[in-house]
């Protein structure tokens, strides 16, 4: 068991959410009880993420999409108010870490997944406001579609394609959640693929137009390698109890 404090203390010092700028409140965002033996994560405080967690019997809920965010309105009515007030009731600590949780390289969305994929001479990608926000690596040399079969195995999700690259390939810049619109990061860095989460209208042409291949496998599928890998962690350093909160999400 430990403090909530000695919690919070931790996380701050692993992911360091004060050198990143980011659009949300990271870190404890709703306070509960101050001592701690069961952790839950999860990729979003969604609702249905919150009830399982108490359910569980969670002392802490660490999400990657919080509650709050810088443009929302500062009203805490209607499924707002009910979120916190679950939380409130039941002495269920909320902490989140965005941008934190993508950008780091041993429990984040993006290097996590590609030393689990095996990629080999895994360097930072995407780099945005003086940050690198994704990893880029390489692979054995293999047909798109294969790549694409490994990607679907390991985030457990199909994929939506624009397949306009190479046909055999072995380089990729990975980047998840709602990242389709850097794929112009992997075309200049002359990457045989683009991995994200999402897509939009532009990318099926510019994909072809520029050669590349592109790959999205959900925003919630490509953020729940972060939140659980992170539990996985406090659970070897802490000795807590934790459970990943694995709430269905086609998108």
Request: proline fraction near 3%.
């Amino acid at each position: 068991m430990i403090t909530l404090q000695e919690l919070c203390h931790y996380l701050n010092t692993l992911l360091q959410p004060n050198l990143i700028s980011d659009y949300c409140i990271n870190g404890l965002q709703i306070e509960g009880k101050k001592e701690i033996s069961k952790i839950a994560t999860g990729v979003s405080a969604n609702l249905a993420t919150i009830q399982a967690a108490i359910e569980w019997g969670a002392d802490v809920l660490i999400v990657h999409h919080g509650i709050f965010w810088n443009q929302d309105s500062p009203l805490i009515t209607g499924v707002k108010k009910e979120k916190i007030w679950l939380l409130l009731q039941n002495k269920v600590s909320l902490l989140s870490y965005h941008l934190p949780l993508d950008v780091h390289q041993k429990v984040g969305n993006n290097w996590k997944a590609a030393h689990d994929m095996e990629w080999t001479d895994l360097q930072p990608f995407c780099l945005v406001n003086g940050t690198y926000f994704g990893v880029k690596g390489k692979f054995k040399k293999m047909s798109r579609e294969n790549f694409q079969k490994m990607l679907e195995s390991y985030y457990e999700h199909s994929a939506s394609t624009a397949l306009g690259g190479k046909e055999e390939i072995e380089s990729a810049g990975l980047l998840s959640g709602g990242g389709y619109k850097f794929i112009t990061h992997a075309i200049n860095d002359k990457l045989d693929c683009f991995v994200t989460g999402t897509f939009d209208e532009p990318i099926w042409s510019q994909a072809f137009e520029e050669k590349i291949n592109f790959y999205a496998l959900g925003h919630s599928a490509t953020e729940k390698i972060g939140p659980r890998a992170l539990g996985e962690h406090l659970n070897k350093i802490f000795k807590l109890e934790n459970a990943f909160l694995d709430i269905f999400n086609p998108f």
